[in-house]
Protein backbone atom coordinates (compact mmCIF):
# COMPACT_ATOMS: atom_id res chain seq x y z
CA UNK A 1 0.00 0.00 0.00
CA UNK A 2 1.00 3.21 -0.78
CA UNK A 3 2.20 5.28 2.24
CA UNK A 4 0.47 9.07 2.66
CA UNK A 5 3.85 10.58 2.51
CA UNK A 6 4.24 8.84 -1.23
CA UNK A 7 0.95 10.19 -2.38
CA UNK A 8 1.38 13.33 -1.49
CA UNK A 9 4.84 13.44 -3.15
CA UNK A 10 3.36 12.01 -6.14
CA UNK A 11 0.07 14.18 -6.09
CA UNK A 12 2.28 17.18 -5.60
CA UNK A 13 4.89 16.26 -8.99
CA UNK A 14 1.36 15.45 -11.04
CA UNK A 15 0.66 19.14 -10.15
CA UNK A 16 4.29 20.69 -11.13
CA UNK A 17 3.81 18.92 -14.41
CA UNK A 18 0.86 20.46 -14.97
CA UNK A 19 1.67 23.98 -14.57
CA UNK A 20 4.91 23.46 -16.17
CA UNK A 21 3.30 24.57 -19.33
CA UNK A 22 1.75 27.80 -17.34
CA UNK A 23 5.31 28.81 -16.05
CA UNK A 24 6.90 28.88 -19.43
CA UNK A 25 4.51 31.04 -20.76
CA UNK A 26 4.57 33.55 -18.02
CA UNK A 27 8.50 33.42 -18.30
CA UNK A 28 10.24 36.44 -19.69
CA UNK A 29 11.16 36.69 -23.43
CA UNK A 30 14.43 37.80 -23.03
CA UNK A 31 17.23 37.78 -20.14
CA UNK A 32 19.21 40.90 -20.54
CA UNK A 33 18.19 44.59 -19.43
CA UNK A 34 15.73 46.24 -22.41
CA UNK A 35 16.09 49.35 -23.74
CA UNK A 36 13.49 51.58 -24.83
CA UNK A 37 14.93 54.72 -26.65
CA UNK A 38 12.78 57.38 -27.72
CA UNK A 39 14.17 60.67 -29.96
CA UNK A 40 13.00 63.13 -27.79
CA UNK A 41 14.05 65.08 -24.06
CA UNK A 42 11.93 64.04 -20.87
CA UNK A 43 8.82 65.70 -20.17
CA UNK A 44 6.64 65.34 -23.89
CA UNK A 45 3.95 62.60 -24.38
CA UNK A 46 6.40 60.45 -26.16
CA UNK A 47 8.50 60.10 -22.95
CA UNK A 48 5.63 59.66 -21.03
CA UNK A 49 3.99 56.63 -23.15
CA UNK A 50 7.75 55.23 -23.39
CA UNK A 51 8.35 55.25 -19.30
CA UNK A 52 4.70 53.08 -19.07
CA UNK A 53 5.83 50.69 -21.44
CA UNK A 54 9.31 50.68 -19.69
CA UNK A 55 7.54 50.00 -16.69
CA UNK A 56 5.02 46.99 -18.15
CA UNK A 57 7.69 45.46 -19.94
CA UNK A 58 9.59 44.79 -16.28
CA UNK A 59 10.05 41.44 -15.36
CA UNK A 60 7.08 40.41 -18.04
CA UNK A 61 9.59 40.92 -20.93
CA UNK A 62 12.81 41.25 -19.61
CA UNK A 63 14.11 41.78 -16.00
CA UNK A 64 14.88 45.24 -15.91
CA UNK A 65 14.06 47.97 -18.55
CA UNK A 66 15.59 51.25 -18.67
CA UNK A 67 14.24 54.17 -21.37
CA UNK A 68 16.69 56.02 -23.25
CA UNK A 69 16.05 60.02 -24.29
CA UNK A 70 18.95 60.19 -27.49
CA UNK A 71 18.22 63.73 -28.54
CA UNK A 72 19.14 65.38 -31.65
CA UNK A 73 19.47 65.54 -35.50
CA UNK A 74 15.91 66.05 -35.18
CA UNK A 75 15.28 62.75 -33.50
CA UNK A 76 17.54 60.50 -36.46
CA UNK A 77 20.29 60.32 -34.00
CA UNK A 78 17.90 57.47 -31.92
CA UNK A 79 16.91 56.35 -35.05
CA UNK A 80 20.20 55.30 -36.20
CA UNK A 81 21.35 54.11 -32.55
CA UNK A 82 18.43 51.53 -32.40
CA UNK A 83 19.54 50.87 -36.49
CA UNK A 84 22.83 49.61 -35.81
CA UNK A 85 21.61 48.02 -32.41
CA UNK A 86 21.82 44.52 -31.65
CA UNK A 87 19.09 43.00 -33.24
CA UNK A 88 18.23 40.47 -30.07
CA UNK A 89 15.19 42.34 -28.50
CA UNK A 90 17.07 44.32 -26.27
CA UNK A 91 16.43 47.67 -27.91
CA UNK A 92 13.32 49.14 -29.37
CA UNK A 93 13.01 52.20 -31.08
CA UNK A 94 9.27 53.92 -29.68
CA UNK A 95 8.64 56.59 -31.91
CA UNK A 96 5.94 59.03 -33.23
CA UNK A 97 5.10 58.40 -37.00
CA UNK A 98 7.14 61.09 -38.89
CA UNK A 99 10.86 59.91 -38.34
CA UNK A 100 10.03 56.85 -40.41
CA UNK A 101 7.01 58.53 -42.80
CA UNK A 102 7.97 61.68 -43.75
CA UNK A 103 12.50 61.54 -43.10
CA UNK A 104 12.48 59.73 -46.43
CA UNK A 105 10.95 62.39 -48.16
CA UNK A 106 12.28 65.39 -46.17
CA UNK A 107 15.72 65.00 -46.02
CA UNK A 108 17.76 64.67 -48.78
CA UNK A 109 20.77 62.11 -46.71
CA UNK A 110 19.30 60.00 -44.40
CA UNK A 111 20.91 57.45 -43.10
CA UNK A 112 18.63 54.36 -42.32
CA UNK A 113 16.02 52.97 -44.17
CA UNK A 114 12.09 52.68 -42.22
CA UNK A 115 11.44 49.17 -44.58
CA UNK A 116 14.99 48.01 -44.52
CA UNK A 117 16.11 48.80 -41.39
CA UNK A 118 13.52 48.03 -38.94
CA UNK A 119 11.02 45.64 -38.09
CA UNK A 120 7.88 47.12 -36.68
CA UNK A 121 6.54 45.06 -33.66
CA UNK A 122 2.92 47.54 -32.77
CA UNK A 123 1.57 50.24 -32.63
CA UNK A 124 0.53 51.88 -28.98
CA UNK A 125 -1.90 54.97 -29.59
CA UNK A 126 -2.48 57.76 -32.41
CA UNK A 127 -3.53 61.48 -31.71
CA UNK A 128 -4.57 64.26 -33.65
CA UNK A 129 -2.04 67.35 -33.74
CA UNK A 130 -3.22 70.87 -32.48
CA UNK A 131 -2.32 74.59 -33.21
CA UNK A 132 -2.27 76.16 -30.29
CA UNK A 133 -1.20 80.17 -29.37
CA UNK A 134 -0.24 81.36 -25.99
CA UNK A 135 -0.12 85.23 -24.90
CA UNK A 136 2.08 86.63 -27.90
CA UNK A 137 -0.85 86.82 -29.74
CA UNK A 138 -3.59 88.99 -28.49
CA UNK A 139 -6.48 87.72 -26.79
CA UNK A 140 -9.13 88.62 -29.50
CA UNK A 141 -7.81 86.13 -31.75
CA UNK A 142 -9.93 83.49 -30.95
CA UNK A 143 -10.47 81.18 -34.38
CA UNK A 144 -7.86 79.95 -36.59
CA UNK A 145 -9.06 82.38 -39.33
CA UNK A 146 -8.34 84.99 -36.75
CA UNK A 147 -5.17 83.87 -36.47
CA UNK A 148 -4.09 84.02 -39.88
CA UNK A 149 -5.60 86.98 -40.61
CA UNK A 150 -3.46 88.41 -37.42
CA UNK A 151 -0.30 86.31 -39.32
CA UNK A 152 -1.04 88.30 -41.96
CA UNK A 153 -0.88 92.04 -40.14
CA UNK A 154 1.83 91.14 -38.19
CA UNK A 155 4.81 88.81 -40.20
CA UNK A 156 7.24 89.39 -38.55
CA UNK A 157 5.49 88.05 -35.09
CA UNK A 158 3.71 85.12 -37.31
CA UNK A 159 5.72 82.08 -36.15
CA UNK A 160 4.96 78.34 -34.92
CA UNK A 161 7.48 75.65 -32.93
CA UNK A 162 7.29 72.21 -34.31
CA UNK A 163 8.90 69.23 -32.77
CA UNK A 164 11.41 68.45 -35.38
CA UNK A 165 12.70 70.20 -38.91
CA UNK A 166 10.74 68.06 -41.20
CA UNK A 167 8.02 66.19 -39.09
CA UNK A 168 4.29 66.41 -39.40
CA UNK A 169 4.10 69.03 -36.78
CA UNK A 170 6.01 71.16 -39.23
CA UNK A 171 4.28 70.38 -42.32
CA UNK A 172 1.30 70.83 -40.10
CA UNK A 173 2.64 74.51 -40.18
CA UNK A 174 3.68 74.37 -43.85
CA UNK A 175 0.77 72.96 -44.84
CA UNK A 176 -1.59 75.76 -43.40
CA UNK A 177 0.69 78.03 -44.76
CA UNK A 178 0.17 76.95 -48.54
CA UNK A 179 -3.71 76.64 -47.90
CA UNK A 180 -4.15 80.03 -45.85
CA UNK A 181 -1.64 81.89 -48.59
CA UNK A 182 0.31 83.23 -45.49
CA UNK A 183 3.39 83.04 -44.51
CA UNK A 184 4.63 81.72 -41.03
CA UNK A 185 7.88 81.07 -39.95
CA UNK A 186 8.65 77.61 -38.52
CA UNK A 187 11.42 77.83 -35.18
CA UNK A 188 12.28 74.00 -34.46
CA UNK A 189 12.78 72.49 -30.94
CA UNK A 190 13.76 69.10 -29.87
CA UNK A 191 10.47 68.32 -28.08
CA UNK A 192 7.16 69.49 -27.22
CA UNK A 193 8.00 70.28 -23.61
CA UNK A 194 10.67 72.77 -24.59
CA UNK A 195 7.98 74.34 -27.46
CA UNK A 196 5.60 74.62 -25.09
CA UNK A 197 7.56 76.55 -22.56
CA UNK A 198 8.54 79.04 -25.40
CA UNK A 199 4.66 79.21 -26.25
CA UNK A 200 3.80 80.03 -22.78
CA UNK A 201 6.75 82.04 -22.61
CA UNK A 202 5.85 84.55 -25.23
CA UNK A 203 8.71 83.41 -27.69
CA UNK A 204 6.97 81.46 -30.49
CA UNK A 205 3.25 82.91 -31.40
CA UNK A 206 1.91 79.14 -32.33
CA UNK A 207 2.88 75.47 -31.90
CA UNK A 208 2.18 72.42 -33.19
CA UNK A 209 1.84 69.68 -30.91
CA UNK A 210 0.14 66.56 -30.24
CA UNK A 211 -3.62 66.74 -28.52
CA UNK A 212 -2.23 65.18 -24.93
CA UNK A 213 0.94 67.52 -24.65
CA UNK A 214 -1.47 70.95 -24.93
CA UNK A 215 -4.15 69.62 -22.93
CA UNK A 216 -2.86 70.75 -19.51
CA UNK A 217 -1.97 74.13 -20.78
CA UNK A 218 -5.10 74.49 -22.45
CA UNK A 219 -7.12 73.72 -18.89
CA UNK A 220 -5.23 76.00 -17.42
CA UNK A 221 -5.95 78.83 -19.91
CA UNK A 222 -1.81 79.60 -20.41
CA UNK A 223 -2.78 78.47 -24.39
CA UNK A 224 -5.60 78.72 -26.65
CA UNK A 225 -5.87 75.39 -28.55
CA UNK A 226 -7.76 76.92 -32.00
CA UNK A 227 -7.95 73.72 -34.26
CA UNK A 228 -7.11 70.18 -34.97
CA UNK A 229 -5.50 68.42 -37.40
CA UNK A 230 -8.02 65.24 -37.70
CA UNK A 231 -10.28 64.21 -39.81
CA UNK A 232 -12.97 64.28 -36.57
CA UNK A 233 -13.20 66.57 -33.73
CA UNK A 234 -10.61 65.19 -30.74
CA UNK A 235 -13.03 63.57 -28.33
CA UNK A 236 -10.50 65.46 -25.83
CA UNK A 237 -11.43 68.93 -27.35
CA UNK A 238 -14.41 68.62 -28.45
CA UNK A 239 -15.55 72.41 -28.69
CA UNK A 240 -12.60 72.52 -31.21
CA UNK A 241 -12.97 72.57 -34.48
CA UNK A 242 -11.01 70.78 -37.34
CA UNK A 243 -8.75 72.62 -39.53
CA UNK A 244 -10.73 71.56 -41.91
CA UNK A 245 -14.14 72.52 -40.26
CA UNK A 246 -12.06 76.10 -40.29
CA UNK A 247 -12.08 76.11 -44.06
CA UNK A 248 -8.09 74.79 -44.69
CA UNK A 249 -7.67 71.66 -46.11
CA UNK A 250 -5.40 69.96 -43.42
CA UNK A 251 -5.78 66.52 -41.92
CA UNK A 252 -2.96 64.43 -40.25
CA UNK A 253 -3.68 61.39 -37.34
CA UNK A 254 -0.30 60.50 -36.12
CA UNK A 255 0.74 56.94 -34.45
CA UNK A 256 3.40 55.97 -31.99
CA UNK A 257 4.69 52.76 -31.64
CA UNK A 258 7.77 50.67 -31.53
CA UNK A 259 10.14 48.87 -33.63
CA UNK A 260 13.35 46.88 -33.39
CA UNK A 261 16.30 46.28 -36.04
CA UNK A 262 15.42 44.25 -38.88
CA UNK A 263 17.11 41.19 -37.88
CA UNK A 264 15.50 41.23 -34.85
CA UNK A 265 13.72 36.94 -35.09
CA UNK A 266 10.08 37.03 -35.84
CA UNK A 267 9.34 35.03 -32.14
CA UNK A 268 10.66 37.76 -30.50
CA UNK A 269 8.98 40.21 -32.07
CA UNK A 270 5.82 38.35 -32.17
CA UNK A 271 6.17 37.75 -28.41
CA UNK A 272 7.10 41.25 -28.05
CA UNK A 273 3.52 42.70 -29.77
CA UNK A 274 1.60 40.53 -27.47
CA UNK A 275 3.54 42.08 -24.39
CA UNK A 276 3.00 45.34 -25.84
CA UNK A 277 -0.90 44.54 -26.33
CA UNK A 278 -1.45 43.62 -22.97
CA UNK A 279 0.41 46.56 -21.15
CA UNK A 280 -1.45 48.76 -23.23
CA UNK A 281 -4.84 47.37 -22.67
CA UNK A 282 -4.49 47.16 -18.90
CA UNK A 283 -7.11 49.53 -17.05
CA UNK A 284 -4.45 51.61 -15.67
CA UNK A 285 -2.63 52.57 -19.10
CA UNK A 286 -5.64 52.84 -20.47
CA UNK A 287 -7.11 55.89 -17.97
CA UNK A 288 -3.36 57.22 -18.71
CA UNK A 289 -3.71 57.43 -22.27
CA UNK A 290 -6.91 59.33 -22.30
CA UNK A 291 -5.14 61.55 -19.52
CA UNK A 292 -2.67 62.27 -22.29
CA UNK A 293 -5.06 62.98 -25.04
CA UNK A 294 -3.98 59.72 -26.89
CA UNK A 295 -6.71 56.96 -28.28
CA UNK A 296 -5.71 53.39 -28.20
CA UNK A 297 -4.26 52.05 -31.78
CA UNK A 298 -3.14 48.90 -31.26
CA UNK A 299 -1.93 46.89 -34.41
CA UNK A 300 -0.06 43.77 -35.47
CA UNK A 301 3.44 44.25 -36.85
CA UNK A 302 1.44 43.05 -40.20
CA UNK A 303 -0.89 45.66 -39.99
CA UNK A 304 1.80 47.83 -38.88
CA UNK A 305 4.19 47.30 -41.27
CA UNK A 306 1.80 47.68 -43.93
CA UNK A 307 0.71 51.49 -42.27
CA UNK A 308 4.36 52.28 -42.38
CA UNK A 309 4.41 51.80 -46.26
CA UNK A 310 1.20 52.84 -47.11
CA UNK A 311 2.21 56.24 -44.72
CA UNK A 312 5.22 56.51 -46.38
CA UNK A 313 3.65 56.70 -50.29
CA UNK A 314 1.14 59.23 -49.04
CA UNK A 315 3.73 61.81 -47.38
CA UNK A 316 5.91 61.87 -50.46
CA UNK A 317 3.43 63.90 -52.62
CA UNK A 318 3.17 66.24 -49.87
CA UNK A 319 6.59 66.85 -49.37
CA UNK A 320 7.58 67.31 -53.15
CA UNK A 321 4.39 70.02 -52.82
CA UNK A 322 5.78 71.88 -50.16
CA UNK A 323 9.18 72.55 -51.80
CA UNK A 324 10.99 72.06 -48.06
CA UNK A 325 14.31 69.93 -47.71
CA UNK A 326 15.11 69.47 -44.51
CA UNK A 327 19.60 69.33 -45.25
Known sequence: MLSRRTLMSGAAAGLAATQLPFAAARAQVIQQTTRVVIPFPAGGSTDTLARILADKLKGVYAPTTIVENKVGAAGR????????????????????????????????????????????????????LCM??????????????????????????????????????????LMLSQASKVEMTPVHYKGGAPALQDLIGGHVSSSVNPVGEVLPFAKTGKIRVLAVTSAKRSAFLPDVPTMKESGYDVVIEAWLGALVPSKTPAEIVSKLNL????????????????????????????????TVKDDIARWGPVVKASGFVAD
Open 77 to 128: IAVEYVKNAEADGSVMLFTPDFLMTVYPHSFRSLNYDPLRDFTPVATVAKSA
Open 275 to 306: VIKDAFSAPDVMQKLSALGNEPDYKTPAEFAA
Open 132 to 173: SVGPAVPAEVKTLSDFVAWCKANPKNATHATTAAGGTPHFAG
